[in-house]
């Protein structure tokens, strides 16, 4: 077991690669209540093109099948897993992104038993046809609920607009339509591929003793038996620079219209510090461009043509990255224009002061030591960041040393005009 | 446990509760203000605190304020406006970096009070009043977020249902304020109001960090010097007598039915019930094993969410879930059903097992985030009750069946209120 000190954070975190390839980390949290623990693996709704486990061909797999063996695993010969969770005083969730799916409990007693219950309901799987079918109504419900939702209707459609090949662009729990050809055939498929302990991470933060819990872990991981680790072989289309759709709307029954700009960004081959850096620039970009004290906002807000729903947001994993600003409106072709140019000009150089620099900076460091509060932050972030081979504690000390140049050349190279798209949801008439 | 070991200081206008800690790298101050629940005021204390950070004598544009909060390394700071029972309470907060984890910085706390001061007690102004054209902005900008509660449409469908059935008391009232209550305010008026909210308000400042209680509650007297108030006399509404269900349709062009049912109690958070309430709602349909769940997720796949909550400071029970509509009566009779049986104490042992542990791990969840204490704290002191969250712990543990089963015949359907898309019901 390795540790590593973070020194301004004040934060030690242990790590070690167990023999069947799982990565631990612990983080001891000294003056909390509570434990929380993922178990996440590197795998999300992107990955519907792969070689399964001990084949040869490429297989494509229906539409939010990730999301669906996500509900799937909870569900046992004996019952249900959540039961077991609740009596150990546990509370359970999970969640499925593009990139990755977690699992995961937040407990202030029984820590060794509840994590003993969340190894060993992830490594056991168990679907049967009848199950599976069940499942479909449910997660049909969850589908139409996410359909009646304005703020998801805008953002997916707008993802919808920017790419036209890559699977980022499908909605993560698939449709009613996609997930009625899901079969426990696949599920098991999936999961032989995937949920290997060399494909997945576990994330310990919380009043624990590391030494004992990862003894704890050794030993149960220990107990079982795995194949030998062959690599994932996954495949995506090829994508263009540009945006698939520049524009689009959806008709709802809203009062207030939402308008969201999206900016397609280059897949960018940097790793590392690297790749650390950029994120952090697009952060920051946003921030000067788009923040509550950048000169846009307040004249978009003194004009009404924003309110405080007005955010920004970018996002960047295997094989995607883009930027996304917005909120509710009640001019949508006006704001979308503003946006857009305000980008445009950023990407020659202009709305780039000092002191917006050096604020934005400052307000994300902020926000990062805030963060630092949060065990859910710091397992679902550092897991996000060890994914992309990165490291969250690095974020700080980097921030400190960015400079001005830095978001002056992410801005250069990373906005293009081919790449945007905006999307609107819009009352319907007769709303 | 880890607990919220409180220090309050009783000053003239205010109570100050100081916890300190060492466990956040951030430190928190909260600021409550209660009043009454009424129909005459909620909407311009829905307002007051978005015009209050629009500007400041120091900072005197709301870009200004935003950009002096940027460069305390970002502190947040927002404001919002809950219900509390019969009580309408403004909530202040500002969170601000401990500077111990920052290169060369120092004092940011207290620049952090300056911040805060400023908002309460030297706002901008003209002529001595809000300037109008702020106010005439953030009315916009409320009305705005007022309609747009109609485009979330479970929010909406649990509006809708409080308002049919509290037609008479305040609670009715959207704590966000009431739409066609906003265009009438002036300036004069909100200023005016803002004064009386000032003056006589109770009010509660909560620290929360790596501070000296006794020297933190200095500090908070010199920033926040409010003047001697006598508390005012909140009178409990009168609990009414549901006599039949009343069944309200609505139907929208949209795609999963919102459906709501709206119960009343007897039991609040001052009675020593109260616990047993908990552990019934937590048995009813609070968690992931809870009946509502397992009947009608589990096992008929009506639905993906169906659940309870409880509002423990007015006795308002809502059970919801979003379902097909052809499936309405189906899901009515298995929640109805579910809460007869709570009532005829049909709860396994392994049921009440299962909501004690998890009742008693949110607490202790709830004090690990600055907000978590605060808001366990305020529970007390909104009720007018002293129940440490340790003896709150001891109460869940010793609730019985026969108790929980007793808490769950005060509980009385009293409304449904299903929101559904436009084509008939099968």
Known sequence: MNNTVFEQMKETVYHEQLENGLNVYILPKAGFNKTYVTFTTNYGSIDNDFIPEGESDFLHVPDGIAHFLEHKMFEKEDGDVFQKFSSQGASANAFTSFTRTAYLFSATSNIKENTETL????????????????????????IRMYDDNPDWRVYFGLIENLYKNHPVKIDIAGTVESIAHITKDHLYTCYE????????????????????????????QASKTFPAPTPIKRRFPDEPAEAAETHRSLRMTVNTSKCEVGLKMPVSDKKGTEKLKEELAAGLLLEILFGKSAEFYEKSYNAGLIDDTFGFDYTAERGFSFAIVGGDTNEPDKLSQRIKEQLLEAKEGQHMAEDSFQRARKKKIGSLLRSFNSPEFIANQFTRYQFNGLNLF????????????????????????EGFSSCFVLPKESA | ??????????????????????????????????????????????????????????????TAFRS???????????????????????????????????????????????????????????????????????????????????????????????????????????????????????????????RKTLAGDTIDIFVIGDVKAAEAAAKIEAHFPFEKRTAFFQKKSASTQVTDVRVIHETQQINQGKLTIGCRTSVTYADPQFAALQVFNGVFGGFAHSKLFMNVREKESLAYYAASRLDSHKGFLMMLAGIDQKNYDKTVKIMNEQLDDMKEGR????????????????????????????????????????????????EIDAVTKEETAAAAKTVVV??????SGKEERE
Request: glycine share 4%; proline share 4%; aromatic share 10%.
């Open chain 2, 68 to 194: 002096a909060l940027d460069d305390l390394y970002g502190a947040t700071f927002f404001a919002d406006s809950a219900k509390k029972g019969d009580g309408h309470v403004l909530t202040f907060t500002i969170e601000v970096a401990n500077e111990t984890f920052l290169h060369g910085e120092s004092d940011l706390f207290d620049q952090a009070l300056s911040v805060m001061s400023d908002v309460l007690f030297r706002p901008f102004l003209k002529e001595g009043v809000f300037p109008e054209k702020t106010v005439m902005q953030e009315k916009r900008s409320l009305q705005q977020r007022i309609r747009s509660i109609y485009d979330d449409k479970t929010r909406y469908a649990s509006m809708k249902l409080v308002e049919e059935m509290y037609k008479d008391d305040p609670y009715a009232l959207s704590a966000g304020g009431i739409l066609e209550d906003v265009e009438p305010i002036t300036s004069a008026a909100l200023y005016d109001y803002y």
């Open chain 2, 1 to 62: 446990m880890e607990a919220a070991r409180e220090q309050s200081f009783n000053h003239p206008g205010c109570t100050v509760h100081v916890i300190e800690t060492e466990k956040y790298k951030t430190n928190t101050v909260i600021i409550k203000l209660k009043a009454p629940l009424e129909r005459e005021t909620i909407t311009m204390r829905a307002l007051l605190p978005h015009v209050l950070q629009a500007g400041t004598e120091n900072a005197p544009s709301a």
């Open chain 2, 347 to 394: 709860i396994t042992d392994l049921e009440m097992d299962q909501t004690k542990a998890l009742l008693k791990n949110q607490l202790k969840e709830s004090s690990d985030t600055a907000r978590g204490m605060v808001e366990l704290l305020y529970h007390n002191i909104a009720a007018g009750v002293d129940r440490p969250i340790e003896t709150l712990i001891e």
């Open chain 1, 394 to 417: 690095e974020t700080v000390p980097l921030l400190e040393a960015m400079t001005m140049d830095d978001v002056v050349r992410f801005a250069r190279t990373m906005i293009q005009e």
């Open chain 1, 119 to 142: 190894l060993d309901f992830v490594q056991a799987p168990y679907f049967t046809e009848q199950t599976v079918e069940k499942e479909k109504g449910i997660i049909g419900q969850e």
């Open chain 1, 193 to 220: 591929t995937f949920y290997h302990p060399n494909n997945m991470s576990l994330f310990i933060v919380g009043p624990v003793d590391p030494n004992e819990m990862m003894e704890f872990v050794r030993r149960n």
């Open chain 2, 414 to 419: 009293d409304t449904v209120y299903f929101l």
